[in-house]
Nanobody, 119 residues
């Protein structure tokens, strides 16, 4: 049973920091590509950060230099460190996994965690 459990969201002031965590189970985490997406009210769900099973990373232009995605394969957990937060970062943040099971691609999503940046 694939499961992605997110934590770490909350209310933070502009300029502050949060670290989101996504604990994964039910698949071989080290073989999976992992991503963070976010969706603000009335907006599309957009890719924020990506890390491959080999450890490479990429980011949306809007968060480059402020956010860092990382993974701990020993803990089956992917993180999103968010620094210098802005009100426009307010959104529900989702963790996503992508992996291949006997040649079939499978995508799974976490439940989402709310991040609110406000003074």
């Amino acid at each position: 049973q694939v499961q992605l459990v997110e934590s770490g969201g909350g209310l933070v002031q502009p300029g502050g920091s949060l670290r989101l965590s996504c604990a994964a189970s039910g698949f071989t985490f080290s073989s999976a590509d992992m991503s963070w997406f976010r969706q603000a009210p009335g907006k599309e769900r957009d890719l924020v950060a990506f890390t491959s099973n080999g450890g490479s990373t990429s980011y949306a232009d809007s968060v480059k230099g402020r956010f860092t995605i990382s993974r701990d394969n020993g803990k089956n957990t992917v993180y999103l460190q968010m620094n210098s937060l802005k009100p426009e970062d307010t959104a529900v943040y989702y963790c996503k996994s992508r992996f291949w099971r006997l040649g079939v691609r499978r995508d799974y999503w976490g439940q989402g965690t709310q991040v609110t940046v406000s003074s």
